[in-house]
């Protein structure tokens, strides 16, 4: 089976940096992916981490430890539309295993 | 416009009844999942077909779900004798095989509530 931890909130301000963790359990694991969702809206892709190393997307970048078993998001150069839920999810198998996410809040 | 459409986007309903929800996902797309997300959790996994074929289905559906996918298009989730539990979001995502980025394309889910 496949399990992923992440922290429920994070709270910080505009133009700040901050970094969303991921710990995980797999039977097989196939990457870690990242997915944001505003309040009401569907999930939407962000960012994939087949092998270890930092992956960037513009403001946002994506790690992945394979031997730590841990990933995580670094958003920089935060805005208020970042105020989101943030999860990560691990293609493993056949199915794809999403964690319980991190709801951030970005304050003025 | 190519992305996953969902239908319903809203049901309410009694409990006890049956309801049927529709996916359309992206036509090259082979995978198709269904995830289930109430308030303030992640989406909970489902099911998932490859083509027709449903290859995964969670242990913590009951066998009043069920999930099609006829000639490997559309698919229906359907729920029958609704509980107030079954209260959520559905969500569809589908995917491509090959080259796979870890990506899922999600549809804006049918919401449904059981009173």
């Known amino acids: 089976g496949q399990s992923l931890e992440q922290p429920s909130e994070v709270t910080a301000v505009e133009g700040a940096i901050v970094q969303i963790n991921c710990t995980y359990q797999?039977?097989?694991?196939?990457?870690l992916s990242w997915y944001q969702q505003h309040d009401g809206g569907a999930p939407t892709f962000l960012s994939y981490?087949?092998?270890?190393g930092l992956e960037e997307t513009g403001r946002f970048s994506s790690f992945l430890s394979r031997s730590d078993s841990y990933g995580y998001l670094l958003l920089q150069e935060l805005q208020m539309k970042d105020s989101a839920s943030y999860f990560c999810?691990?293609?493993?198998?056949?199915?794809?295993?999403f964690g319980p996410g991190t709801r951030l809040s970005v304050l003025p | 416009d190519t992305g996953v459409s969902q239908n319903p986007r809203h049901k309410i309903t009694k409990r006890g009844q049956n309801v049927t929800f529709r996916c359309d996902p992206i036509s090259e797309h082979n995978r198709l999942y269904w995830y289930r997300q109430t308030l303030g959790q992640g989406p909970e996994f489902l099911t998932y077909?490859?083509?027709?074929?449903?290859?995964?289905k969670s242990r913590l559906l009951s066998d009043r779900f069920s999930a099609e996918r006829p000639k490997g298009s559309f698919s229906t989730l359907e729920i029958q004798r609704t509980e107030q539990g079954d209260s959520a979001m559905y969500l569809c995502?589908?995917?491509?095989?090959?080259?796979?980025?870890?990506?899922?394309?999600f549809g804006e889910g049918s919401r449904l509530t059981v009173l």
């Open positions: 797999t039977s097989g694991f196939y990457g």
């Open positions: 077909f490859q083509n027709e074929a449903q290859l995964e």
């Open positions: 995502a589908s995917s491509l095989i090959r080259g796979s980025t870890g990506e899922l394309f």
């Open positions: 981490n087949a092998l270890d």
């Open positions: 999810a691990s293609p493993g198998g056949q199915n794809f295993v």
